[in-house]
Nanobody, 113 residues
Framework: QVQLVESGGGLVQAGGSLRLSCAASGLTFSSYDMGWYRQAPGKEREFVAAISWSGGSTYYADSVKGRFTISRDNAKNTVYLQMNSLKPEDTAIYYC??????WGQGTQVTVSS
C-alpha cells in the first residue's frame, strides 16, 4: 500500500520560511518523479514544483521560482519543499505527488500578512 505523508505545514508571517517534507512508503521511491501541488480555497489544484527520480532535474511554477526549492533524499524516501519569502498568496493546502498517480493527504500552509 502506497503512502505519502506530508508534514511541516503551519502558520507563518509573510517573508518567513517553512520546510515541507513528504515521507513515502510502499513504492520504489527512487524510481518515481515527485512533485508538490497546492490548492487554495475556491481554486483548482495547481502545480508548484517537481523533481526527477534522480534529483538531477527540477521544475517550478513561475509563481514560486527563486523562492521555493524542491529536493529529495532517496535514502530516506523523502521529498522536501523549502519555501522562503512566503507571501499571503502562498496560503493553500500543499500536496505531495508521486507522479502521476499517488497523492498525500495534504498539509496546510497559512501565510499571514
Amino acid at each position: 500500500q502506497v503512502q505519502l505523508v506530508e508534514s511541516g505545514g503551519g502558520l507563518v508571517q509573510a517573508g518567513g520560511s517553512l520546510r515541507l517534507s513528504c515521507a513515502a512508503s510502499g513504492l520504489t521511491f527512487s524510481s518515481y518523479d515527485m512533485g508538490w501541488y497546492r490548492q487554495a480555497p475556491g481554486k483548482e489544484r495547481e502545480f508548484v514544483a517537481a523533481i526527477s527520480w534522480s534529483g538531477g532535474s527540477t521544475y517550478y511554477a513561475d509563481s514560486v521560482k527563486g523562492r521555493f526549492t524542491i529536493s529529495r533524499d532517496n535514502a530516506k524516501n523523502t521529498v522536501y519543499l523549502q519555501m522562503n519569502s512566503l507571501k499571503p498568496e502562498d496560503t493553500a493546502i500543499y500536496y505531495c505527488n508521486g507522479a502521476p498517480e499517488y497523492w498525500g493527504q495534504g498539509t496546510q500552509v497559512t501565510v499571514s500578512s
